[in-house]
């Protein structure tokens, strides 16, 4: 192989793409795509809904509801309005207490229309042996008896927000009906029943330089969270970008005649590898500003303390494997192709190795060094995103699973790029039908 025909292909291919207006905007476009979920939420997150939400109570022990109420009051003076700005942030809690009917189903019946016509918009069903402690056995909520129980009836789907609130105070009512039943004060005993705040706390450290301990910092969960998704995102982001056009670009210039000419001048392993690597060149290009931005961003915001610089060396060695790897594949795939409309089909087989880990960040995130963190990390098609997920996070990973990841990554892209180089060179000059899977492997093994 001619490493100058090949420098020559990938300067062809970098620069036709660089130039195009469509790049330029990508570069833009895709960070607002992959991260428009996010800005949409925070944005949302910021405007509350703060309609009053009237919630309608049937008592059947008669003594619930006021208490419930209560603690509702309490919880609704704690977080409806911003502690310094005074402004509301939470929508207030408005109850009605309806006496039980005789006939519970068609009162049931009413209060559902009510809440369909927005008179109401959820209402509480409170059982009659509500007062009595369940034994251990009966804890769970699966074939819990209603006369036990507190029913809630609502028209909302996914989660529902007014359930999670109310399950404080209406353990909060419950708890001092009981306690009343029982001839105790509930006034006296609230304060020893009261919580404590939980302030979560980074790790002490010793600072290598002065040998001084130094005291933990407040820890934001929130950005705990983000800045480890973030770097996995933007790295499966580049890879994404990078690899999905090679499909389409070779099926185009296969379906247009135009790697008729180019083999002319080289021979397909050249052709082949000047496409990758002119790849390869978009993705570090793509990367170079989106770190660059990504820092720039983490330290204006006060969060260097959770980004570990060190991962950066990490970023771009996955970046380049991943990019290898998913290239040769699309270009083996794409010489299979004679339109496009067959690289269309094709193109959900290439983006499986990014798409399962984007699919298992959370889980992962959960419990990072778990058995299923660490063995999806480990798989070589998923090790660049799930390993650099894991290794962006406080606790990062055991010193040796890195090196053995990037191992096997590494002999994962050198077989692909093999692989794919065998089934180029033959599928790159067929016309007609698309081959299928089982010749495609025999091309990949005898050539």
């Not at 909060?172 to 919580?195: C, F, K």
């Not at 992962?364 to 480990?378: D, E, H, I, K, W």
Request: net charge positive; aromatic share 6%; hydrophobic share 50%.
């Amino acid at each position: 192989m001619r490493l100058h025909k090949v420098i020559t292909i990938a300067r062809r291919d970098y620069l036709a793409t660089v130039r195009t207006k469509a790049f330029i905007f990508g570069l833009v476009l895709a960070p607002v795509l992959f991260g428009g979920g996010s800005i949409a939420m925070s944005f949302l997150g910021g405007k509350p809904e703060l309609k009053d939400r009237r919630v309608a109570i049937v008592d059947h022990t008669g003594v619930v509801a006021a208490p419930l109420a209560g603690a509702a009051k309490e919880k609704n003076d704690r977080e409806m309005f911003e502690k310094k700005t005074h402004l509301q942030i939470e929508p207030r809690y408005v109850f009605e207490i309806v006496a039980p009917a005789a006939d519970s189903k068609t009162q049931l019946l009413a209060l559902s229309d009510r809440v369909r016509r927005g008179e109401l918009t959820a209402f509480l069903d409170i059982g009659r042996d509500v007062l009595q402690a369940p034994p251990a056995a009966d804890s769970g909520e699966e074939n819990a008896d209603p006369d036990k129980v507190v029913s809630y009836y609502a028209n909302v789907g996914g989660i529902d927000e007014i359930r999670m609130w109310l399950l404080g105070p209406i353990n909060d009512g419950v708890r001092m009906a009981r306690l009343e039943q029982a001839g105790i004060d509930a006034s006296r005993t609230r304060a020893l029943s009261a919580g404590v705040s939980v302030e979560g706390l980074s790790l002490v450290e010793r600072d290598e330089k002065t040998g001084q301990v130094r005291p933990a910092r407040k820890r934001r969960e929130l950005a705990g969270f983000f800045v480890p998704f973030g770097v996995a995102m933007i790295l499966a982001m580049i890879v994404m970008v990078g690899s999905a056009p090679m499909l389409q670009n070779v099926t185009q210039d296969k379906s247009q005649r135009i790697v008729e000419t180019l083999l002319g001048a080289a021979s397909p392993l050249e052709l082949m590898s000047g496409k990758v690597l002119g790849s390869v060149g978009l993705s570090l290009t793509s990367s170079m500003l989106y770190v660059v931005a990504g820092v720039i961003a983490v330290n204006a915001l006060g969060l260097a303390g959770l980004l570990p610089m060190s991962i950066i060396g990490w970023f771009y060695v996955y970046l380049l494997c991943d990019v290898v790897m998913l290239c040769s594949l699309a270009a083996a795939l794409g010489s299979c192709c004679s339109t496009p409309q067959d690289a269309q089909n094709l193109a959900i087989v290439l983006l499986t190795p990014i798409l399962i880990p984007m699919f298992t960040m959370v889980a992962v995130m959960r419990s990072a060094n778990g058995p299923l963190a660490t063995a999806m990390s480990l798989i070589p098609p998923f090790t660049p995103v799930l390993m650099l997920l894991r290794q962006a996070m406080p606790g990062g990973v055991p010193a040796w699973q890195p090196w053995v990841g990037l191992c096997g990554i590494a002999v994962f892209a050198a077989a692909t790029v093999w692989a794919a180089s065998r089934i180029f060179r033959v599928a790159i000059l067929m016309q007609g039908k698309p081959p299928k899977i089982g010749q495609m492997a025999r091309w990949a093994i005898r050539g």
